[in-house]
Every structure is written in structure tokens, then in C-alpha cells.
């Protein structure tokens, strides 16, 4: 990870506070918020870099888009539909439109968790990484699936 950092930011890297497996509150909404694999706060040069880490092995980065989770709980008495609108509002500056309806509700709700873990540590940087892990088993639907969603098949 140090090396990944340094040569993104090109700085030295000091880490300071690792945290695994912790929650990060979305909102004031019942149920599920952010699981995170591990949160980093670390020194980039004299800035301060709060850093989500989300590892996966063999699964894929949620199958569920913005619009079809928003669609399948409208009619629910779930708060995913609110959550949903409050989200895309604080990231994007609107109500989920076509555009936003295609992306991922795993990543929305992740960089989300990073912004508001970096507000609260307040850190001048941000960071959403996911970590892959590769092995000759694998399974490829998963992680073309994966590489689909980052754009990079």
C-alpha cells in the first residue's frame, strides 16, 4: 500500500492509524451502513489522506445498480429510496438520473463511507481503493464482472 500511495501522491508516506472491520455511519436511517475492510489515516507529504480499503476475494463488486435497488424497494417501507436520493444529492448535486441509476449501489454507498470518514478525521485527501485479490481459481464471471464495472475490460 505504501508504495501504491507514493507513487500516486509522489510524497512519503507515514502511516499513522489503522482501523479493520469498523462501521461508518451514512445517516440517520435504521439499518445497514458501511462495513469497511480496513480505514487508513496517513501522512502524504505535510497533508493528512484518510484511506477506505475494500478487499474482495472471488465476488463481485455488487450486482445491484443504483436504479434497480431504488426500483425493487420504492414500493417498501425501506429507507434504501431515501438513502439512495440523499446520497446521490451529497455526491453528485442531484436525485438519481439516468446517469446515476447505472452506477453501482455498492460504490456510491463506499465513497460516501470514504468522504464522510475523511470529514471526520479531517483529512485534506480521500481515498477509495478496492483490492483485488487474483489466484489460478478464481472465478473470471466474477472478475470480469468486476473489471466491467471500473471500466477496465
Not at 508516506?13 to 469498523?22: D, K, L, R, S, V
Not at 463488486?61 to 438513502?83: C, F, K, Q, W
Not at 470514504?114 to 478464481?138: G, H
Amino acid at each position: 500500500m505504501r508504495l501504491l500511495l507514493e507513487r500516486a501522491f509522489s510524497a512519503e508516506i507515514t502511516f499513522h492509524e489503522a482501523n479493520p472491520e469498523c462501521v461508518i455511519g451514512l445517516d440517520d436511517f435504521g439499518g445497514e451502513h458501511r462495513n469497511c475492510d480496513l480505514v487508513v489515516l496517513c501522512g502524504v507529504g505535510r497533508s493528512l489522506l484518510s484511506s477506505m480499503l475494500r478487499a474482495k476475494a472471488d465476488e463481485p463488486l455488487g450486482d445491484d445498480t443504483i436504479g434497480d435497488y431504488y426500483d425493487r424497494t420504492a414500493d417498501s417501507r425501506s429507507n434504501v429510496p431515501a438513502r439512495i436520493r440523499q446520497l446521490s444529492s451529497a455526491l453528485f448535486g442531484r436525485v438519481p438520473d439516468a446517469a446515476i441509476r447505472k452506477l453501482r449501489y455498492q460504490l456510491l454507498h463506499a465513497a460516501a463511507a470514504t468522504l464522510i470518514e475523511a470529514a471526520a478525521n479531517k483529512t485534506e485527501l480521500a481515498l477509495f481503493l478496492v483490492y483485488e485479490f487474483r489466484w489460478p481459481r478464481l472465478n473470471e464471471r466474477k472478475l470480469t464482472q468486476n473489471s466491467t464495472v471500473f471500466g477496465t475490460a
